[in-house]
C-alpha cells in the first residue's frame, strides 16, 4: 500500500540519518514543483501556512493559478518575501485571457516580476470551433510574447484534452505549435494529452526545446484524475527522458484534480511517488 510505504521511506531516511525529503528534492537537476490549484481549498483558507506545508515537503517552487490575477502588487510583494523566507520559487503563473488583453498585459508583467516568474502560461482558450478560431489564439500569445520579452518574461499556453481533438482535419494543439513564436513555451498538461489518446512522448520530440514546463498529473480509464501520480497509464519514465533530452524541460509541476486523501496530503504522497520514479 501507499500508505505503508510513505511512512516506512521516511522512518528509513530517520534511522539511516539520511538528508530530509526536502534535500533529496534539491538533489535534482530539474526543479518539482506544485501547481497550486492541486491545494486550492488550502490555499483559499491560508496562503501563507499553505506554502509553507508544501515547502517542508520538500517542493522547490509552485505555480500560483488565475485568481492570483486579483492581488495588488503590494500583496504579490509580501507573498514574494513569503516565498523567498520558505526558499521556495515561481517559475510561472497559470492565466486567464484577461492577462493577454491589452489592459491586463501590463499588469501581468508586473505581478509575475515581482514573483518571479518568467513563463506567463494562458490556462485556456476556452472553446474555439474553428481552426481560425485557434489561430487567433496563436495571434494573441505572440502579441503577449512581444510585451513580455521586454521584461524577460515569456509566455506559454497550458494545453487541455480540447487541444488534442481534430477540427477539419487538423489538431488545434499543432496549429498552436505551428503558429506561435519559437519562444512562446507549449506547457505539456501529460493527463489531458493521454486521456485524448494523444502520445505525450512522441509530442515532446516534435518540439524540441518548447517543452519548458509539465504538469505531472496523472489519469486512469477507471478513475480518470481522481488518481495519484504514478497509479494511472502516462509512461512517466519515457516522458522524463524525451522531456530531458529533446523538450527543454526547466522545472516539473505535480498538479491534482483531486484524489481520495485531502489536498496537503495527496501532495505529499505524489512527491515520494515522483522521487521514486523519476529518481
Sequence with gaps: MIETASVSRRAMLAAMGAAPLSALAKRNSIPIGLELYSVRDELQKDLPATLTAVAKQGYECVEFFSPYFGWTPVYAKEVRERLDDLGLKCHSTHNGWDSYQPEGLEKAV???????ARFIVLASAGDPKSIDGWKHVAVMLNQGSDLFK?????AGYHNHALEWHPIDGQR??????????????????????VEAGADPVAWIEKNPGRIRSLHLKDWSPQNGYKVLFGEGVAPWKKIFAAAESAGGVEFYLIEQEGSRYPEIETADRCLIAFHDIHG
Design 110 to 116: 508586473e505581478l509575475n516580476s515581482i514573483l518571479g
Design 150 to 154: 521586454k521584461s524577460r518574461c515569456r
Design 172 to 193: 488545434p494543439i499543432e496549429v498552436l505549435a505551428t503558429e506561435t513564436d519559437k519562444s512562446v513555451c507549449l506547457q505539456l498538461d501529460v493527463g489531458t494529452c
